[in-house]
């Protein structure tokens, strides 16, 4: 039988984990994010005029089939000298793009190399800069200042946009088009998952689109403070300029321990209420869809995999 084809748009830690738990129940494509402008992958955006890659080596390594040992070499991060935080995935893509002149190609070759199940794609290949409007008048540049800002500044995020106009990516856009459900999240609300519906023509080509949202199961201090469920939901569909047909939310709560660490920095359970089971009804669907590991909370992305297979 052939497998379902899906297409999951984000970026960040939250979609590689997502597509981790998707690949051997969907014939999984990935589009990502390329608006990260720090760290290691910032870094080589700047020296070297290149797209970042580190939310694309992720999802490399969450699809891969190849050997542990192949995956642990590219997930090497250097720890000393001028490559200090740097990882070895983000070197081999940034001379693969040196190599064969196209940041496409070096995609496709590590793709190769991984032996990936599904396929990677960059949401657009022209610069992708974020700008930010604040709820107290503030207008804030680049990915990694965003969230750095609307924290230190304990100001909402009222609008976010591109800085210039970006075109989605062929493979993105064919992807999108031969899709039988697309899935948005989990990862931040703004830069890992809204940011993807700026670019041209995703919001057209989304319109007619089987779409779950897979909810982030904490809120976020930097972009999400106390955010809702709901304000979550709202806000993609703000962007996505449509209603969701479906939303995947945790309703289950992580030792009192670990949570109690998260509400220390400012982070909250994203959980539903009576309220939102009666205002979005079937489009709801609930679970146990947390993994806490070494204390850190998770999307559950096996339990998810399962409820989107009864979907299609």
Do not use: W
Not at 124 to 143: C, F, H, R
Not at 286 to 310: C, H, M, N, P, Q
């Amino acid at each position: 039988m052939k497998a379902n084809k899906l297409v999951a748009i984000g970026g960040g830690t939250g979609l590689s984990i997502l597509i981790s738990g998707l690949k051997d129940k969907f014939d999984v494509s990935a589009i990502v994010t390329v608006g990260d402008n720090g760290g290691g992958s910032g870094i080589l955006r700047a020296d070297l005029n290149m797209l970042p890659p580190g939310d694309i080596r992720n999802c490399l390594l969450a699809l891969s089939n190849a050997p542990d040992s192949l995956s642990k070499l590219l997930a090497y991060r250097f720890t000393k000298g001028d490559l200090k935080g740097q990882s070895l995935g983000n070197l081999m893509i940034a001379g693969m793009t040196e190599e064969f002149g196209s940041f496409e190609q070096a995609i496709y070759f590590l793709s190769k190399a991984l032996n990936i199940k599904g396929n990677v794609y960059p949401v657009s290949l022209d610069p992708m800069d974020l700008v930010a409007k604040l709820s107290n008048g503030d207008t804030i540049y680049g990915e990694s200042e965003i969230a750095i800002f609307s924290l230190k500044r304990k100001a909402k995020i009222n609008e976010l946009y591109l800085k210039e106009p970006c075109n989605i990516s062929l493979d993105a856009r064919e992807a999108i088009r031969e899709a039988d459900i697309v899935t948005l999240g989990p990862g931040s609300l703004y830069t890992s998952v809204i940011c993807n519906l700026l670019v041209d023509d995703v919001r057209d080509l989304l319109k007619d689109k089987k779409i779950a949202y897979v909810s982030n199961v904490m809120t976020q201090p930097e972009e999400t403070y106390n955010y809702t469920l709901r304000d979550h939901i709202e806000e993609i569909e703000r962007y996505l300029g449509r209603g969701l047909d479906y939303i995947f939310a945790n309703d289950a709560l992580p030792e009192k321990e670990v949570l109690a660490k998260y509400k220390d920095e400012g982070s909250i359970p994203v959980v539903p209420d009576k309220y939102d089971h009666d205002f979005y009804g079937d489009r709801l669907i609930t679970g146990d869809f947390i993994s806490v590991k070494e204390g850190y909370i998770r999307s559950a992305s096996e339990e998810i995999a399962g409820e989107i297979l009864k979907l299609c």
